[in-house]
């Protein structure tokens, strides 16, 4: 996977484990920049525990239905995996799922819902 920022790019492996990433640079280099300044939430850090956690129980099966299922996840509503807007918050703290994707590389499809996963069916696109 590529990182990217402002200030270069970053290459990251999964060391043989799947790569998972919610919204802040796991790039020591590029979260030590000072973009990385401007999360005024935390909740990227335990959505990504959340989808390691889930992406190791289903170990060996990652496959398109399990990681959907992965993405609809609502533990820890409303700071989980599929994010759905929360109207008592400011604006600016409001966030959302719009779409999720899975690219099957052997299979050269791409799979996307347009909106929270937990309702929107995803469609192929062939590569």
Same mark, same amino acid.
Do not use: Q
């Given at each position: 996977?590529?990182?990217?920022? +402002?200030?270069?790019?970053?290459?990251? =492996?999964?060391?043989? /484990?799947?790569?998972? $990433? =919610?919204?802040?640079?796991? %790039?020591?280099?590029? #979260?030590?920049? +000072?973009?990385?300044?401007?999360?005024?939430?935390?909740?990227? *850090?335990?959505?990504?525990?959340?989808?390691?956690?889930?992406? #190791?129980? !289903?170990?060996?099966?990652? /496959?398109?239905? #399990?990681? *959907?299922?992965? *993405? %609809?996840? $609502?533990?820890?509503?409303?700071?989980?995996?599929?994010?759905?807007?929360? !109207?008592?918050? +400011?604006?600016? $703290? /409001?966030?959302?799922?719009?779409?999720?994707?899975?690219?099957?590389?052997?299979?050269?499809?791409?799979?996307?819902?347009?909106?929270?996963?937990?309702?929107? #069916?995803?469609? +192929?696109?062939?590569?």
């Amino acid at each position: 996977m590529v990182e990217a920022a +402002p200030v270069g790019l970053a290459v990251l =492996t999964g060391g043989g /484990r799947p790569l998972c $990433h =919610t919204n802040h640079w796991l %790039s020591e280099r590029l #979260a030590a920049g +000072p973009e990385a300044a401007w999360y005024s939430y935390s909740s990227t *850090f335990t959505r990504l525990d959340r989808i390691r956690r889930l992406s #190791a129980l !289903e170990a060996g099966s990652l /496959r398109c239905k #399990a990681l *959907f299922r992965i *993405f %609809s996840d $609502h533990a820890g509503c409303p700071d989980s995996v599929c994010r759905h807007d929360d !109207e008592p918050l +400011p604006e600016y $703290h /409001r966030h959302c799922s719009l779409w999720s994707l899975v690219m099957d590389l052997s299979e050269r499809t791409l799979w996307l819902t347009e909106g929270s996963p937990c309702c929107t #069916a995803a469609r +192929p696109y062939r590569l």
